[in-house]
């Protein structure tokens, strides 16, 4: 039965030094280590020239085997060129990235103050239905010959008021 590392009772498959390639984690790692390899393959990949490469620190191996798959180089490129297409390209997705925020952040604000506005119509809403309601019971028991006194007292409405209903 075959386990999730390709191979019998747990142990790990060992992939024959013949067989290894660029794209292998353990061959990447070395191949990669030489400077001038290193800045040749890269200028390959981002189709632009470099002028040196300095690495930010050599890559962390989790497990020493040569089957281990994840590739991961981090390094530093300083070109001659004032604006590379690349970089150009960069830039711009980055611009592009930041009015997206900005858009995000100016809807967000309106949604915002939509709510509060819809709260506040909200209020405004029941208050006048309120005063309608206070105002339609006053004039049911006005027409009842109530006393005016005690309609004021019940619906918070002046004398004035149920008197002009």
């Not at 039965?1 to 353990?26: A, I």
């Not at 960069?90 to 100016?106: F, P």
């Not at 027409?143 to 004035?160: C, M, P, Q, Y």
Request: net charge negative; proline share 2%.
């Amino acid at each position: 039965m075959k386990n999730d590392t390709g191979s019998l009772r747990g142990k790990p498959k060992v992939k024959p030094f013949e067989e290894l390639s660029f794209h292998d984690d353990f061959m990447f790692g070395i191949v990669m280590q030489d400077r001038e390899i290193c800045r040749e393959a890269l200028e390959c990949m981002l189709g632009m020239r470099i002028a040196r490469v300095d690495y930010a620190e050599p890559q962390r191996v989790l497990d020493p085997l040569y089957t281990v798959h994840g590739i991961r180089l981090d390094v530093y490129v300083q070109t001659d060129e004032a604006e590379s297409e690349f970089t150009r390209r960069l830039r711009e997705m980055v611009e592009a990235q930041k009015q997206i925020e900005g858009t995000k952040k100016l809807y967000f604000s309106w949604s915002l103050h939509d709510y509060d506005v819809r709260n506040e119509g909200i209020a405004i809403g029941e208050k006048r239905g309120e005063k309608r309601g206070k105002r339609e019971a006053a004039r049911i028991l006005k027409n009842s010959a109530v006393d005016r006194e005690l309609i004021a007292k019940a619906t918070g409405l002046s004398v004035e008021e149920i008197e002009k209903l």
